[in-house]
C-alpha cells in the first residue's frame, strides 16, 4: 500500500466554468478530479466508483441538489458532500445540514478557499465523515 | 148757508184741489229729501185756497170772516213753509236749525192770534163789512197795522225764497237746465201772483191770487222733485256737496285764473274766496301750496305732493281734469286735492310691516348662510337697529360661569360713538336683575331710564353712566341656556319701544340662537373631521409604509434571483484569474489580472449587498442598550471623523431601558446614518457637525441624527427609502443603505422618518418599541418540531424521509 491514491473529487455542478475553474485547481494541487453537469450524472458517476469529496451545486436544472444530495448520502452513506451554492437562503442551509452536508460554502468563493478547505478535509481530517462530526460552514467576510 | 158762485172762487178751487191733490201726492213720498217742507208748503197752500174759495163763495158777512180768519190758518205759516222748503231746495239745509225756525215762527203766531181775536182790538181789520159793488158781495175792510206788519213780514220771508231759489237757476249748469227751469217757475210763480195781487188790475183787485202763484209754483216743483229727481241731482245740491265735501276744488278758467273754489280750498289756501277768485292760479295756488311749477298746461294729472303749514305736513292728492263746454271747446281746468293723510299713514303701516318683514327675513337668511357669524351679527344688529330707530344695538354675552357679561358686538347709528371697548367684563351685579328676568325668558324693557323703579338701582346707574334713557333688551338661548341678550338702546329721549321692535328683537335673538347652536354644531363636526382627517393620514401613512415594505419584498426577490445568476460567473471569474495568477508570468499581465481579480472582488461586494438588502432574515434580537451600540458605532467612525473636520456632539438619555434588538442590524442603521451625514456635510462645507440624541417617548425609544449638511430636496426625500435611489455617483453607492436600514427598522416594528430643510440639514429619526426581555429567539424557533415539515413545504422536498430523526 505504498502507492499513495490520489483523492478523488466530484465536482457537481451545471455551470461549466465553474466545474472547470474548480477541476483545474484541485487537479494541479494533486486531486483525482471528475465532473458531473447535474445530479443524475452525479450519482451515476458515483456509483461506478468511489469518492472521496463531492462539491455539490443546489440550483441544477432536473434533480436539484438537495434532492441529488439525499440520493447520494442514501447510496453511500459515508460519502463526504460539501455544498457550493450561490443561493442565499437559510433553510436551504438547514437542510443541507440537516441531510448531513459536512461543509456549505457560498459562492463566489475563492479558488484558494476551496483548496485549503479541501487540504484540510482530506489531509488532516481523514474521517470525520462520520454522524455528528463537526461542520464547518465558510462564512464570507 | 148762503152760497154764490162765482168764477174767482172757482179759481181758489182750482187751487185748492190741487193744492190737496199735492198734499196727498206728496204724502205718499214723503221719503224724498225735502218732502217735509214742501207738504208743509202745500198744507199751508190748500188751507189758504181752500179759505179763499169758501170765502169768496159764502154770502153772509159773518161767515166771509170765518173762512178769513180760517184762511189766516195757511197764510201765516205759508212764507214759514216756503222759505223752509227754498232753503232745503237750495241745499242750505244746514240753515234751519230749531232755534231759527222757532224764531221765524214766532210773528206769523201772533198773527193767527190777532186774526182770530181780531174783535177785541181791531189791530187786524179795523172795519169789516161787505161790499156789494162789485159783481158778487165781497168782504172788505180796512187794514189795521199789524196786518201790515204781517204782510211785510210775509213778503221778506217769501222774497228770501224765491231769492233763493233764482240764485240758484243761476248757478246750475247746463246738463241740469230742467230742473233749473222748473226752479225758476217755482220761484217766479208766487212773486207774479203777490204783485197781481197787489196791483189794481181787474179781475186782480178783487182777490187774492198768491195762493194761486203758490199752487203753480207747488205742481212745478213737485214734478221737479219728483219726477226729474230735483233734489237728488239738483245743481243746488251739486252745490252742496261741493261746498260741503272734504275735498279742496278750484275752478280754472282758461286763463288759468280761479273762478270757483268751495270752503274746503278756502281752508287750505286760508284765504276767502272772495280774496282768491278771478287771481291767476299761478299767484294764488302756486304760491301757497306750490302746485303749479310746471302745472300750467296739464289737463289731466296725477300727483301727491306734500303741503307744509306752520308745524304739519299734509299730504294731498292732486287731481288735474280739464272741463270741457257742450261744443267741446275747454272751458277751464278743475283743480282738486284730496287730503290723503290717512291713506298715507296707512301706506307707512304698510312699509312699516313690509320693512319689518324684510328685516327678519334679512336677519334671518344673513344668520342661516353663517360663512363668518361675527360678520353677521353685525349685520343682523345693524337692521334691527335701522328698523327701529334706536341709536344704538348691541349684544351682550355671558361669561360660562354666569358671573361677567361682556359687549361682543355693537351697531351705532351715525354720530353715536361706540362704547363697545368699555363694557367687557363686566359683573352681572350691575345687572342682576335683568338676568333673572332673562333668565326665565323675559324682556326688558325700559321706556325712560328716569322713571325706573327703586328696586333696580344697579341697573339705572349702569344706563345712566352710558347715557342710556331707554332701553330694550331680549335673552338670548343658545342650547336651552341663557348664553346673553340682544337690545337696543337710546341715548337722546326715552322712545316708546313698539310691540314690533320687541318681535324683531325676539325673531332676531331665535334665529340667532340657532345659528350659534349650528356654529357649535359645525365646530364639533368640523373637529370629528379633523380627528378623522389626521386618522386618515395616519392611515394613508400606514399604507404607503406598506406599500414600501410590498415593494421591498418584491424588489428582494428579484435581486436575490438576479444575485444568485450573478454569484455563478463571478466565481468563475475570480477562480479562473486566480488560476491564472499561477502560471502567468509576464508582469503586465499579472497587474491586469491583478486589477481584473480586484474589480471582481468589487462586483462580489456589491452583490453580496444586494443579497444582504434582499435577504429576509429575521434580526437575531437580545437585550441591548441602544446608547451603547450608538457608541460603539462613534468609536468605530470617530477617527474618520476627525480626519474630515466634523464634530460629532451626542446627548444619549441614560435613562433609556433596555429593549429587544439585533446588535448588529442597528448598528448597521446607525452607520449608515452616520456615513451619510458625513459625505454629505463633507460634499456641501467640507466641515460640519452632527448631533445625536437619543430619549423615551413613551413606549418608544427615539433616535435622532441631525446634521448641518446641505439638506434634501423634498423630491429627492419623497423616495429616499425607495432601493436602488441615490444621488451618488454611479460606482459610490448602490442606492441600498437606507433602504436596508428601512427594513431593518421595520423588521424591529418602529419607525424611520426624515425631516430636512434645504440648506439647512436633515434630521433622520428612529423610534424603536421598548420591548421587554423575550427567551423565544430565532434560532429557538428553527428546533420547534414542525419546522421540518414546514421546511418540506416550502422547498417542495420529495422523498425527503431519510433526514427525519
Known amino acids: ?141 | 148757508m148762503d152760497w154764490q158762485y162765482n168764477q174767482y172762487s172757482l179759481l181758489s178751487l182750482v187751487a185748492g184741489v190741487i193744492s190737496i191733490t199735492l198734499v196727498v201726492y206728496i204724502w205718499q213720498r214723503r221719503s224724498t229729501p225735502g218732502a217735509l217742507a214742501f207738504l208743509a208748503l202745500m198744507m199751508t197752500v190748500a188751507v189758504w185756497s181752500m179759505g179763499s174759495f169758501m170765502e169768496l163763495g159764502s154770502t153772509g158777512l159773518s161767515t166771509k170772516i170765518f173762512w178769513a180768519r180760517f184762511q189766516y190758518l195757511g197764510v201765516s205759516p205759508l212764507p214759514v213753509a216756503w222759505l223752509g222748503f227754498a232753503l232745503l231746495y237750495t241745499g242750505r239745509k244746514k240753515w234751519l236749525t230749531r232755534r231759527k225756525i222757532i224764531a221765524v215762527s214766532i210773528l206769523p203766531l201772533i198773527t193767527l192770534v190777532l186774526v182770530w181775536t181780531n174783535d177785541h182790538h181791531h189791530l187786524f181789520w179795523q172795519d169789516i163789512r161787505l161790499d156789494s159793488i162789485g159783481p158778487f158781495p165781497m168782504m172788505v175792510s180796512d187794514h189795521g197795522i199789524w196786518f201790515w206788519v204781517n204782510l211785510v213780514y210775509s213778503y221778506l220771508l217769501i222774497s228770501f225764497g224765491i231769492f233763493c231759489m233764482i240764485q240758484a237757476y243761476f248757478r246750475a249748469s247746463s246738463p241740469y237746465r230742467t230742473q233749473a227751469s222748473v226752479l225758476l217757475v217755482g220761484a217766479i210763480a208766487p212773486l207774479a201772483a203777490s204783485l197781481l195781487s197787489l196791483s189794481d188790475i181787474e179781475p186782480f183787485a178783487f182777490m187774492d191770487t198768491t195762493p194761486f202763484g203758490f199752487t203753480v209754483s207747488g205742481l212745478a216743483l213737485a214734478w221737479g222733485l219728483f219726477l226729474l229727481r230735483l233734489l237728488d241731482v239738483v245743481p243746488v245740491a251739486r252745490d252742496s256737496v261741493i261746498n260741503n265735501m272734504p275735498d279742496a276744488m278750484f275752478v280754472l278758467n282758461t286763463l288759468n285764473r280761479v273762478v270757483d273754489m268751495n270752503p274746503a280750498a278756502e281752508k287750505i289756501l286760508g284765504q276767502p274766496a272772495s280774496e282768491v277768485l278771478g287771481q291767476p292760479a299761478s299767484q294764488v295756488i302756486e304760491e301757497n301750496l306750490g302746485l303749479f311749477d310746471d302745472a300750467e298746461n296739464i289737463v289731466y294729472g296725477r300727483s301727491e305732493i306734500v303741503v307744509t303749514s306752520e308745524n304739519t305736513q299734509v299730504p294731498y292728492e292732486l287731481n288735474v281734469a280739464a272741463v270741457f263746454e257742450e261744443n267741446g271747446r275747454q272751458a277751464g281746468r278743475l283743480v282738486m286735492l284730496r287730503d290723503i293723510t290717512d291713506r298715507k299713514r296707512a301706506d307707512t303701516a304698510i312699509n312699516h310691516r313690509i320693512e319689518f318683514e324684510k328685516t327678519i327675513s334679512t336677519i334671518s337668511s344673513r344668520l342661516v348662510g353663517i360663512a363668518d357669524i361675527n360678520e353677521a351679527i353685525d349685520d343682523s344688529l345693524k337692521s334691527i337697529g335701522i328698523f327701529s330707530g334706536a341709536r344704538q344695538s348691541h349684544l351682550f354675552f355671558l361669561n360660562e360661569e354666569g358671573t361677567h357679561v361682556d359687549n361682543t358686538h355693537e351697531w351705532c347709528a351715525d354720530g353715536v360713538l361706540p362704547n363697545i371697548s368699555e363694557l367687557q367684563n363686566l359683573n352681572v351685579i350691575s345687572m342682576m336683575y335683568w338676568i333673572k328676568l332673562l333668565r326665565e325668558g323675559q324682556v326688558v324693557t325700559i321706556f325712560d331710564v328716569s322713571e325706573m323703579p327703586d328696586g333696580t338701582q344697579n341697573e339705572k346707574q349702569f344706563l345712566e353712566q352710558q347715557g342710556i334713557t331707554s332701553f330694550l333688551a331680549v335673552p338670548l338661548f343658545v342650547e336651552q341656556k341663557l348664553e346673553g341678550f340682544i337690545g337696543l338702546e337710546n341715548i337722546d329721549n326715552p322712545k316708546g319701544w313698539t310691540a314690533a321692535d320687541l318681535l324683531l328683537l325676539r325673531t332676531c335673538s331665535d334665529v340667532m340662537g340657532n345659528a350659534f347652536e349650528r356654529n357649535r354644531a359645525e365646530n364639533r363636526i368640523r373637529d370629528a373631521n379633523r380627528e378623522l382627517q389626521t386618522a386618515l393620514e395616519q392611515l394613508k401613512s400606514s399604507q404607503a409604509q406598506l406599500m414600501q415594505s410590498d415593494k421591498l419584498a418584491a424588489i428582494g426577490q428579484l435581486v436575490s434571483g438576479v444575485a444568485h445568476e450573478l454569484n455563478n460567473p463571478l466565481m468563475a471569474i475570480s477562480g479562473t484569474v486566480e488560476l491564472m495568477q499561477v502560471y502567468v508570468n509576464d508582469d503586465l499581465a499579472k497587474e491586469d489580472l491583478q486589477n481584473l481579480h480586484s474589480n471582481t472582488m468589487r462586483a462580489t461586494s456589491i452583490v453580496s449587498n444586494l443579497l444582504s438588502f434582499a435577504r429576509k432574515s429575521e434580526p437575531e434580537k437580545k437585550y441591548i442598550s441602544i446608547n451603547e451600540t450608538i457608541e460603539s458605532v462613534i468609536r468605530l467612525r470617530s477617527y474618520e471623523l476627525n480626519l474630515d473636520d466634523i464634530e460629532l456632539v451626542e446627548y444619549l438619555d441614560d435613562t433609556l431601558p433596555n429593549t429587544m434588538a439585533d446588535f448588529q442590524q442597528l448598528q448597521q442603521v446607525f452607520l449608515n446614518f452616520i456615513i451619510n451625514a458625513e459625505q454629505a456635510i463633507k460634499e456641501a462645507h467640507g466641515k460640519g457637525k452632527i448631533f445625536i440624541q437619543t430619549r423615551l417617548t413613551g413606549d418608544y425609544v427615539r433616535i435622532d441624527f441631525i446634521d448641518d449638511g446641505p439638506g434634501i430636496p423634498h423630491e429627492v426625500k419623497a423616495r429616499i427609502f425607495e432601493p436602488f435611489f441615490t444621488t451618488k455617483d454611479v460606482g459610490k453607492g448602490t442606492g441600498l443603505g437606507l433602504s436596508i436600514c428601512y427594513g431593518i427598522i421595520q423588521e424591529h416594528n418602529g419607525q424611520i422618518s426624515v425631516e430636512s430643510a434645504v440648506g439647512k440639514g436633515t434630521t433622520f429619526s428612529i423610534e424603536l418599541p421598548v420591548t421587554g426581555k423575550s427567551t423565544v429567539t430565532y434560532h429557538e424557533k428553527l428546533e420547534n418540531s414542525n419546522f421540518d415539515d414546514q421546511l418540506d413545504r416550502i422547498l417542495n422536498v420529495q422523498g425527503g424521509d431519510e433526514w427525519h430523526e
Do not use: W
Open chain 1, 1 to 141: 500500500m505504498a502507492r499513495v491514491r490520489k483523492k478523488a473529487i466530484l465536482v457537481v455542478d451545471d455551470d461549466f466554468s465553474i466545474r472547470e475553474v474548480i477541476a483545474r485547481a484541485l487537479t494541479e494541487e494533486g486531486y483525482n478530479v471528475v465532473t458531473a453537469k447535474d445530479g443524475t450524472e452525479a450519482v451515476k458517476k458515483a456509483s461506478r466508483r468511489s469518492f472521496d469529496l463531492v462539491f455539490l451545486d443546489i440550483s441544477m436544472p432536473g434533480q436539484n441538489g438537495l434532492e441529488t444530495l439525499s440520493k447520494l448520502k442514501s447510496k453511500h452513506p459515508s460519502i463526504n458532500v460539501v455544498v457550493l451554492t450561490a443561493v442565499r437562503d437559510a433553510a436551504y442551509e438547514m437542510v443541507a445540514m440537516r441531510r448531513h452536508a459536512i461543509a456549505y460554502l457560498r459562492k463566489p468563493c475563492g479558488i484558494d478557499e476551496i483548496i485549503e478547505m479541501v487540504n484540510k478535509m482530506l489531509k488532516s481530517r481523514r474521517s470525520n465523515q462520520k454522524k455528528g462530526g463537526a461542520i464547518a460552514v465558510a462564512e464570507e467576510s
